[in-house]
């Protein structure tokens, strides 16, 4: 389209476009001479027009930065066994400056003291949530990875219904404790890098009367997706809500659509 509306275009840039992209991309250039009765000058200065063009042109109507995603924990299986992490990229290393813990340390009461022992105090305390925080997320982490054991073994569509006070009872917290720490938080897996959030999911209650998650539903819509297209059968809402039945999940054709809006398909 920037072709087409450009002025200065050369002759025949529309047809390596379109025609020729392939053959561009792996510098076949001869193929593209003979066939479109170019010399070498003409198709270079075809080259270097294309050069001058946007291959994302929507950034130019947005203003927003890319978000670059560090995973705050690292779970995976080895050996049978699930192995969880913390990034270190992402754990503060804390530590008291020295005059201030010497000057703290004086038997003396000035203001100077006074002032250290105070604010040597508070780092401490500081210091000190944040490691319970990260134990916190540890213990939350090595939960949620024996209550989904078998993600890890067989991906998202074997997410089980999961619920954020199953996980608060097994490490004897609040629920809003659990809430909290895994809000906002992302780990790395042989699968992807989620959202932690995300392997909280709700039931879906198929006719054999077995739970399956609503992560596990989507995986299954998706896999029936990919399985139409690569027999170039119609997809639709009531064809995957069939097949989904057929497989023992019983959801409403609204819900599919649901779920393929929020698949992008």
């Known amino acids: 389209m920037q072709a087409e509306i450009a002025s200065n275009a050369p002759p025949k840039t529309i047809e390596v476009l379109s025609r020729h992209f392939e053959n561009l991309q792996s510098r076949n250039h001869s193929t593209i001479k003979k066939t479109l009765g170019l010399d070498d000058r003409q198709l270079n200065h075809i080259i270097e027009f294309i050069k001058t063009l946007n291959p994302y042109p929507g950034r130019i109507f947005s203003k927003a930065r890319p978000r670059y995603i560090v995973p705050d ?5 080895e050996d049978g066994e699930i192995k969880v992490r913390l990034n270190d990229e992402t754990v503060p290393k804390l530590g008291i400056n020295r005059l201030y813990t010497e000057l703290a340390a004086r038997s003396t009461r000035g203001e100077a003291e006074k002032f250290a022992r105070e604010r040597v105090e508070n780092a401490h305390f500081f210091i000190n949530s944040i ?3 990260n134990e916190t997320l540890l213990k939350t982490a090595f939960a949620i990875a024996e209550a989904q054991k078998d993600f890890f073994t067989a991906g998202p569509k074997s997410l089980k219904p999961l619920a954020l006070k199953e996980i608060a009872e097994k490490i004897g917290v609040h629920e809003a404790t659990v809430s909290r720490v895994v809000n906002g938080k992302y780990v790395q897996t042989d699968w992807g890098t989620f959202e932690l959030r ?3 999911t709700n039931a879906v209650n198929p006719e054999n009367g077995e739970n399956i998650s609503k992560e596990g539903a989507k995986a299954e819509v998706l896999q029936i997706i990919g399985e139409l297209e690569s027999k170039g059968e119609k997809i639709s809402d009531r064809i995957i809500a069939e097949t989904l039945a057929r497989r023992g999940i019983n959801v409403a054709r609204r819900t599919v659509a649901k779920y393929r809006s929020e698949l992008g398909k």
């Open 198 to 200: 995300r392997f909280f």
């Open 73 to 77: 924990l690292a779970m995976w299986l």
């Open 131 to 133: 490691k319970k925080r």
